[in-house]
């Protein structure tokens, strides 16, 4: 392809984006739940585990930076069973794109419009996924580079508006209930934000080889982390480890905290148009994501045309995932993290420890 | 190309078109169809509740336009085994579907809260419509419902009078303090820790205070007081605290942040003090294996009002006054832990969560029997009053009358 290819800048604002995506609106009830008032201690840890699981992904782009994770795990595992795996990464893909949808009419059902069907905010979700991948991805990248500025002022704004709020006592007593505690709450907090940056490792052909850039989406990735971090952390500290892990929207909730001397309030609404933008970038990541996936892995020299039919399979699927939002909500907790910590670490993992035992370099032509 | 373009035109006119359609009128809702609920109360019933809502007639508070003299809001009630069915039961007689984003008051009727008020909240904490930052008030020795309808002056809306008045009073007096829906619920589910809210009652005359009449007085003939407050154990009332009981509940949980006090002079007569800041500190130890809770006061104020013959030029008079008004903090707090400890035995203060936060392993073990240990605690108190100034004038003229 001879489309342009992704800045630096344009990567580094698309990583934070991605990080932060859907965590924003469900990472602080489920890490939370689980170490409570300690949840802002998992997120520390978290800032240990997570990078180390993006040197994986940086890792996979050593071994051929003009080759995506499909094209690698056909050179690893062979053309049959490398397609075989490529075809569940790709469903991986596809349910990931799903989810994220499905996240944002559930948001906006429960918070904002509880009666609007979310199969009407889903259809309008994923027009404008297919709008933005038939642009092609240097637009997507541009896209972010402009909305950025605008997220980081209302991601600023949640957190600076509402230091008033805090009671530090609600963190109180620290590491009480044990270390293991900590520990589990870190595991579920490292998967939502970092793990499903392995998407990256289907963009990586699309991005301009630059010397920095193994240090730049380390970077990105942990700036991402540390606002997640004080996300949980004010959440605790302003509602409290029971409202926080209560709430469906913890964040939701946060921001109907502000109050600047009665005038500045009610800026809920406000806040989660940014939390949509980050959606929205995680979002057609994986779907841009999945469709060149599906492309590469079928041999299709255009993948624009496949927009239109797998738009129609996300909808579908976003929908037909889960009956209720407690139902996706269990599934997010209790087996979502081990799905993603299989494509994101066990796979790649595997993938290095074959691309080893063959002891060859993938070459770019590689089908 | 050409194609292409009219593809992506299309598929622009449609998200425009189905941005306009679905987004803003799926789920629209005008303001004149909505009726405003600014609070709400909620009784006990046989077998439900008895739910009331101050909803505003939006012509009668308007800044333009005649006022009417119509009562600026108006009390749509219902009952229904449980609240959501009774506020929905209320559009059998209210023209307009009730709105809950706007509510400033929650008022529970004693009756209720005597019996348990978890199960009436939820609704308002789960709802997506109301916002979590209104007071949450125990209607004293009355129901809920009569205090909703007395109507006020300077206020049009009732409900708000109660939200600021209270707003006003917790800044700067001692004995009153506001508890929002999110403060209770943390409250209840913290671990050693038993709810609190303030309480409202009502004085004068119920029939008067709910016609237009009440507001036409100088002196109105029914007044909203906020007045006390309600202890309880999980989500049942079981005790009132007095007012000295309460200014020493609100200097322990460091809630106050301007009152006024008095001592007596030491040859009769009385001086007043105007606290300015005060910051109350607790931390809790074990001493031999008992419990133990250093309270670390430290209040900034200024003499206000003197009342008798004292020589306010003498430092060390300042120093005696700072002396005795120690005592009488230490005093106003004494009675508050005796009550807590001994008379109700709910843990209002907090005193076990001062141990969980200490010591959380010593707290385990403590937990099961926290009613028979809370007695035991020890309260230490360690108080810093500063006296600043004696406002514009040094010594009074109380003392210094001629014939």
């Known amino acids: 392809m001879s489309e342009e290819k992704l800045t630096m800048k344009q990567l580094g604002a698309l990583t934070i984006f991605a990080l932060i995506g859907d965590s924003i609106i469900i990472l602080p009830s489920s890490v939370a739940g689980i170490s409570r008032q300690d949840a802002w201690l998992s997120m520390l840890l978290v800032l240990l585990f997570g990078p180390a699981g993006c040197w994986l992904m940086l890792r996979l782009r050593r071994l051929n930076p003009s080759a995506d994770l499909i094209q690698l795990l056909r050179a690893g595992f062979g053309r049959w069973a490398g397609g075989a795996v490529g075809l569940a990464f790709l469903y991986f893909l596809v349910l990931n794109t799903a989810a994220v949808t499905r996240e944002l009419g559930d948001l906006l059902a429960t918070q904002i419009m509880p009666e609007t069907p979310i199969r009407a905010t889903h259809l309008l979700f994923i027009l404008v996924l297919v709008w933005g991948v038939r642009c092609g991805l240097p637009t997507i990248a541009r896209a972010g580079e402009v909305l950025f500025p605008w997220f980081v002022l209302f991601m600023t704004a949640l957190i600076v508006l509402l230091i008033p709020r805090i009671e530090v006592d609600r963190i109180r007593p620290i590491a009480a209930e044990g270390f293991p505690t900590i520990l589990h709450g870190s595991i579920v907090a490292v998967v939502y934000p970092f793990a499903e940056l392995i998407v990256f490792a289907m963009l990586w052909p699309a991005i301009r080889p630059a010397k920095k850039l193994a240090r730049d989406f380390m970077l990105a990735s942990l700036i991402g982390g540390i606002v997640m971090f004080l996300v949980v952390f004010i959440s605790v500290l302003v509602l409290g480890p029971y409202l926080t892990a209560h709430q469906v929207y913890p964040t939701y909730a946060l921001a109907k905290k502000i109050s600047i001397g009665h005038f500045l309030e009610r800026v809920e609404a406000l806040l989660a148009i940014s939390w949509m933008i980050s959606l929205f970038f995680k979002g057609i990541l994986y779907f841009y994501a999945s469709l060149s996936g599906i492309a590469r892995l079928f041999g299709l020299r255009e993948s624009r045309a496949l927009a239109t039919p797998l738009a129609t399979v996300v909808y579908g699927l976003a929908f037909a995932m889960a009956p209720n939002l407690v139902y996706f909500n269990d599934v997010g907790i209790h087996f979502w993290p081990y799905w993603d910590i299989t494509f994101a670490y066990a796979i790649p993992l595997a993938l290095l420890a074959a691309l080893a035992i063959r002891g060859k370099k993938p070459s770019p032509a590689a089908r | 190309m050409v194609m292409k373009r009219i593809v992506i035109l299309l598929l622009a006119i449609c998200a425009a078109s189905s941005a306009l359609l679905l987004s803003g009128c799926w789920n629209r809702r005008e303001l004149n169809d909505l009726g405003i609920m600014m609070g709400t109360a909620i009784d006990k019933e046989a077998g439900g509740y008895r739910v009331s809502a101050q909803v505003v007639d939006p012509a009668e508070v308007a800044v333009k336009g005649a006022a009417s003299g119509r ?268 009550a807590v400890q001994h008379r109700f035995r709910v843990d209002a203060l907090g005193f076990g969560h001062a141990i969980y936060m200490a010591h959380p392993r010593v707290w385990k073990k403590w937990r099961g029997d926290w009613q028979n240990v809370l007695p035991l605690v020890q309260v230490r108190y360690h108080i810093h009053f500063h006296l600043r100034r004696t406002a514009t004038v040094n010594n009074s003229f109380v003392g210094q009358t001629k014939e």
């Open chain 2, 71 to 338: 009562s600026p809001v108006t009390m749509y009630t219902a009952t229904g085994p449980t609240v959501f069915e009774a506020i929905r039961k209320m559009t059998e007689t209210s023209p307009r579907k009730i709105y809950a984003g706007h509510i400033r008051v929650l008022i529970l009727g004693e009756a209720l809260a005597r019996e348990g008020i978890a199960q009436a909240l939820d609704l308002l904490s789960r709802d997506s419509e109301p916002r979590t930052d209104f007071y949450l008030m125990v209607a004293r020795g009355t129901t809920a419902q009569n205090v909703l309808k007395i109507l006020t002056p300077l206020e049009k809306i009732p409900a708000n009078k109660l939200f600021f008045s209270l707003n006003a009073s917790n800044e700067v007096w001692a004995p009153t303090t506001t508890f929002t829906m999110d403060d209770f619920v943390n409250q209840l589910v913290t671990e050693g820790e038993n709810p609190v809210l303030t309480g409202v009652q009502l004085v004068g005359n119920q029939r008067q205070g709910e016609s237009n009449r009440n507001v036409q007085e100088v002196e109105p003939s029914a007044h909203l007081v906020v007045r006390g407050l309600a202890l309880f154990r999980r989500d049942k009332l079981v005790g009132w605290l007095n007012e000295e009981e309460s200014i020493g509940y609100n200097i322990l949980m460091n809630h106050v942040k301007s009152t006024v006090g008095h001592v007596a002079c030491p040859d009769g007569g009385k001086v007043v003090t105007e606290v300015l800041r005060n910051r109350t500190k607790r931390k809790a130890r074990l001493a031999n294996g008992r419990p133990v809770i250093d309270v670390h006061v430290t209040t900034v104020a200024d003499v206000a009002e003197v009342e008798c013959k004292i020589d306010l030029n003498n430092p060390a008079m300042i120093r005696q006054l700072e002396r005795q008004f120690a005592q009488e903090a230490q005093r106003l707090m004494d009675t508050t832990v005796d």
